[in-house]
C-alpha cells in the first residue's frame, strides 16, 4: 500500500472512530433509560404509600371490629345484671340497649365505609402492582438493549484501533507525527487527495504552474491553499 493510500485510510478510520465514540457517548437509548428508572423510582413510592394507606385501613378495621366486640359484651352485662322485679333497673337496661344498639348502627356504618375504601384501594394496589411488574420488565429489556448495542459500538471502535494501529506501524515517525498535527489542526479532516487539479477537500483548483511541479514530485506534499496534507498520484482506487 503506498504512503498516501496509507493516510487517506487512517483518516476514514479516525472520524469512524470519532463518530462511533460520539455515538457511544451520547446514546439516547440511555437517557430513555435513566427518565425510565426515574418513573419507576416514582411508581415504587407511590405502591409504598397505597400499602401504607391499606395498612391504616386494615387497623381501622380492626378496631372497630374490638369496638363491636366490647359492646356486645356491654349488652351481655346489662342484660345479666337486671332486676326485672325493678322498674328502675330495667328502665336503666332499656335506655343501655339502645346507647349500645346505636353504637353498634354507628360501628356498622364506619365498617361499610372502610370496607369500600379497603376494597378500592386493594384493587389500586393490584393494578400498580401489575403496571410495576411490566415496567420492570421494559426496564429490563431496554437495559439489555442499551447494553448490547453499547457493545456492538464498542467491538467496532477496538476493530478499528487495531487497524489504525497497523496502518500507522507503516508510515515513517516523522509523517505519523506530521499526521497527527495536522489532523488535530484540521478536525480530522487533514489529507486531501488530488482530483484532477482540485484538492478533494479545500477544492481550490490548482494552477497549471504548481500542477507541473507537482506532476513531478509524486506522493505527499503541502497543499499550496489549505496546508493540509495532499496526497498526489493516487486515482482514488482504495483496497
Ligand atoms: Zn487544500
Do not use: W
Amino acid at each position: 500500500m503506498s504512503t498516501g493510500s496509507i493516510l487517506l485510510q487512517l483518516q476514514d478510520i479516525d472520524l469512524g472512530l470519532e463518530r462511533d465514540r460520539s455515538a457511544l457517548n451520547s446514546m439516547p437509548e440511555l437517557a430513555d433509560l435513566a427518565k425510565k428508572r426515574r418513573a419507576y423510582q416514582k411508581l415504587k413510592a407511590d405502591a409504598t404509600k397505597i400499602y401504607a394507606q391499606r395498612k391504616d385501613i386494615e387497623t381501622y378495621l380492626k378496631d372497630l371490629e374490638g369496638q363491636e366486640m366490647d359492646a356486645n359484651d356491654d349488652i351481655r352485662i346489662a342484660q345479666g345484671n337486671v332486676d326485672s322485679s325493678d322498674y328502675r333497673s330495667v328502665q336503666q337496661l332499656e335506655q343501655k340497649l339502645s346507647d349500645l344498639a346505636k353504637l353498634l348502627d354507628k360501628i356498622a356504618y364506619a365498617r361499610t365505609d372502610y370496607e369500600k375504601q379497603l376494597k378500592d384501594i386493594s384493587a389500586k394496589e393490584e393494578y400498580l402492582a401489575g403496571y410495576i411488574k411490566k415496567f420492570e420488565a421494559s426496564v429490563i429489556a431496554d437495559t439489555k438493549a442499551a447494553r448490547e448495542k453499547a457493545a456492538g459500538i464498542t467491538e467496532g471502535i477496538e476493530r478499528a484501533e487495531r487497524k489504525r494501529a497497523h496502518l500507522l506501524d507503516q508510515l515513517p515517525q516523522d509523517l505519523r507525527e506530521r499526521y497527527e498535527k495536522a489532523s488535530k489542526q484540521f478536525k480530522g479532516l487533514a489529507v486531501e487527495r488530488l482530483e484532477g487539479n482540485v484538492p478533494s477537500i479545500c477544492r481550490m483548483a490548482l494552477q497549471s504552474s504548481s500542477m507541473a511541479e507537482l506532476e513531478r514530485v509524486e506522493g505527499i506534499v503541502e497543499c499550496p491553499y489549505c496546508h493540509r496534507i495532499l496526497v498526489v498520484g493516487e486515482d482514488g482506487e482504495e483496497s
